[in-house]
């Protein structure tokens, strides 16, 4: 009896607390109201410019054949990927008035049938750019105005099985992947001796069954230290100052485990031998951020699409899409593990499969679209990681036809060649 007592007084005077803080708040909405409702404002008319900047920017995908012969390094990918670190220039009326961007592009590699294309999507008034840096760094390749794969893809659960899933980073992102530095890539060596281990990647690709599209999509655009200009009313670090910070914890740690040797030597602390310098491990993450700081950066997003028909589903494919990009991993540096999925684990999660649904058909939008970095269309159940020019010239590039024997590649027919001077006229 006093116990039922006792609850319905404090669950009065948690009640009266109550009103009485919302009395506050009403009394003063004249100082708090204006700031929330004034933000709240700002935002919803930044999404309105931002997307009506994007609709009447355009769009073009531009598919790339590769010569058969005149292999390249992927630093020839890294120097075409610099000339793309586009970081958009605007003041602060061209971002909050005309709702100003930077531009973002999207390298795909993507199975059509087990058939193997390269195709590049940037906004229309960057095409020029892009080819004529494509040209410079890849000589013997040709480039074409393609008509969009993606529009052929609709929603459909029952007849149109479809998985797709955001790749995210297993540690922090002053942590670099494996690069093609780390396989040797970028020294001259003979081409039946190289591995790339993009191969692993379209070697699945085109494994694929005629009725499956498999499709890898990067999407990227320049990342440095945001101002108000950018559109950001909360300002985020440079990632420069992550990487300064992680290598003095390395150099930290290092220093703590030499400090507790010399005190199980020497109780008086007094260093029987020099000091003992970072082990292997430690010397190659160092390095490795090190060299990631002097290249540029840039916010990504790794994606991973499996499209097929019911009678072709084979849920294999999903296993090697999630394992292709795992050769890019390394225990002590960065690399790729699954991160948000259009899947639920367990029957109770997902009641009649609606949250699948809409999972899927918000991904299918985003996918047609090249969209993540910006409302209406950004994908809130990820965040953008940072790779530099090293990182996604590793993670696509065109190789040769010795590295990447794969047959279903587009490869250029004949070589091209321009007449003999002496031909009569």
């Known amino acids: 009896m006093e116990t039922a007592l006792t609850d319905q007084l404090f669950s009065i005077r948690e009640f009266g607390i109550f009103l009485r803080v919302f009395g506050y708040l009403f009394d003063y909405a004249y100082i708090w109201a204006p700031f929330v409702f004034g933000y709240l404002a700002l935002k919803m008319w930044i999404i309105y410019a931002k997307t009506d900047f994007i609709l009447k920017q355009g769009s073009v995908l531009l598919e790339i054949k590769l010569p058969k012969e005149a292999p390249r390094s992927p630093k020839a990918m890294e120097i075409f990927i610099t000339a793309l670190w586009q970081t958009g220039a605007a003041t602060e009326i061209d971002t909050y008035w005309w709702g100003k961007i930077r531009p973002w592009w999207s390298f795909e590699m993507v199975s059509l ?5 390269f195709y590049i999507w940037a906004h229309r008034k960057w095409k020029n750019l892009v080819e004529a840096q494509l040209y410079a760094s890849y000589p013997g390749i040709e480039v074409y105005e393609a008509e969009d794969y993606l529009k052929t893809l609709y929603h459909d659960p029952m007849e149109k099985p479809f998985w797709a899933l955001n790749f995210k980073m ?7 992947i494996m690069t093609y530095v780390d396989y040797g890539l970028d020294r001259d060596q003979k081409e039946e001796y190289k591995v790339d281990p993009l191969v692993a990647v379209l070697e699945y690709l085109a494994s694929m069954k005629s009725d499956d599209i498999g499709i890898i999509q990067i999407l990227f655009q320049a990342h440095k230290k945001e101002r108000f200009a950018d559109g950001r009313l909360i300002f985020r670090k440079d990632w420069k100052d992550a990487i300064k910070k992680e290598v003095e914890k390395i150099r930290k740690e290092a220093a703590k485990a030499y400090g ?3 005190k199980s030597i020497s109780p008086e602390g007094k260093t029987p031998f020099p000091m003992v310098s970072l082990t292997k491990g430690q010397e190659e993450q160092i390095t490795a951020m090190e060299r990631s700081m002097a290249k540029f950066p840039f916010e990504c997003i790794v994606r991973g699409i499996y499209y097929t028909t ?7 494919y999903i296993n090697g899409l999630i394992g292709s990009m795992r050769q890019f991993s390394s225990n002590t540096m960065n690399g790729f593990k699954t991160g948000w999925y259009t899947d639920f684990d367990y029957p109770w999660q997902d009641f009649h499969r609606l949250r699948r649904n ?3 058909r918000g991904m ?3 996918l047609k679209m090249r969209s993540f970095f910006h409302a209406p269309y950004r994908n809130f159940h990820s965040k953008p990681y940072i790779l530099t020019t090293e990182e996604l010239a590793t ?6 036809a010795i590295a990447a024997p794969t047959p279903t590649i587009a490869r250029v027919s004949a070589k091209k060649v321009e007449a003999p001077a002496n031909l009569p006229t």
């Open 310 to 316: 019911k009678e072709s589903f084979n849920p294999v």
């Open 170 to 176: 297993d540690k922090p992102d002053p942590y670099p």
């Open 395 to 400: 993670i696509f590039h065109f190789p040769s």
């Open 113 to 117: 049938g087990g058939q193997v294309h």
């Open 364 to 366: 299918l939008r985003s």
């Open 260 to 262: 507790e040797v010399v």
């Open 358 to 360: 809409l999972a899927e």
